[in-house]
């Protein structure tokens, strides 16, 4: 059963530090997004791979985020520094051409 | 530029009552549209897509949608309700205007199936 998987599932860090999501996308899609989901914002996009390839990464906060895809099997977000109001659930979805996204489980992060 | 609009923030209706979540949309072009449902603490999962031939479309859990292409509507329907359909369902679309293939997603509406 082919899924996206994203690691970790729960990270709490303290304000400062560098956090790392990782996401492994289903093997031959070949778009991949970054999403992150608050209450107060909803479903903001993030950033948008295809193959592998950075083609939207204007949702993001580009002094701290930054978003790569070292392979066709991970992709990673990263925040450096990290602020309280990073807190969130962060997810990858993956997908081919214009056909539906799969989601991962996501990642919550809690930036103490 | 693309857009998606839920009207509703929560839906309430009561178990085995037809339930109805509304979508609206506007793109450049042909839409591509989708419902996923969220459960708490999960990510999002697919029901049901829209591409091309009947305005009425079929998914997963007994779910489905109309495609209404003059109102630019595509709800999300179901002739029963369960109360274990209690959950945050989205409403995207995607277009082939632009190329960029990003799907935009509308904020959500709570779905509260009361027993």
């Known amino acids: 059963d082919a899924r996206v998987t994203q690691t970790p599932r729960h990270k709490v860090t303290e304000m400062g530090q560098e956090v790392t999501m990782r996401c492994q996308p289903i093997l031959g899609h070949n778009t991949v997004f970054w999403y992150r989901q608050t209450m107060m914002q909803g479903l903001e996009l993030l950033a948008y791979?295809?193959?592998?390839?950075?083609?939207?990464d204007s949702g993001m906060p580009k002094d701290r985020f930054s978003a790569e895809m070292p392979d066709a099997t991970l992709a990673t977000l990263k925040i450096q520094p990290s602020e309280p109001r990073d807190s969130a659930v962060y997810f990858c979805?993956?997908?081919?051409?214009?056909?539906?996204?799969?989601f991962g489980q996501g990642t919550r992060l809690t930036v103490v | 530029a693309q857009s998606v609009a839920q009207p509703e923030d929560q839906v309430n209706v009561a178990e085995g009552n037809p339930l109805t979540v509304k979508c609206t949309y506007s793109v450049s072009g042909n839409p591509y549209l989708f419902w996923y449902v969220q459960y708490p603490n999960r990510g999002l999962q697919f029901l049901l897509k829209?591409?091309?031939?009947?305005?009425l479309v079929k998914g997963s859990y007994g779910f489905e949608a109309e495609f209404n292409k003059s109102q630019t509507s595509f709800h999300l329907k179901k002739p029963s309700a369960l109360v274990s359909d209690s959950a945050l369902y989205f409403c995207?679309?995607?277009?082939?205007?632009?190329?960029?293939?990003?799907?935009?997603f509308g904020r959500g509406t709570s779905l509260i199936v009361h027993p």
């Open positions: 995207a679309v995607r277009s082939e205007g632009g190329g960029s293939y990003i799907p935009t």
């Open positions: 829209y591409i091309t031939g009947d305005n």
């Open positions: 979805a993956s997908g081919q051409g214009l056909t539906e996204a799969f």
């Open positions: 791979f295809r193959n592998r390839a950075p083609l939207d």
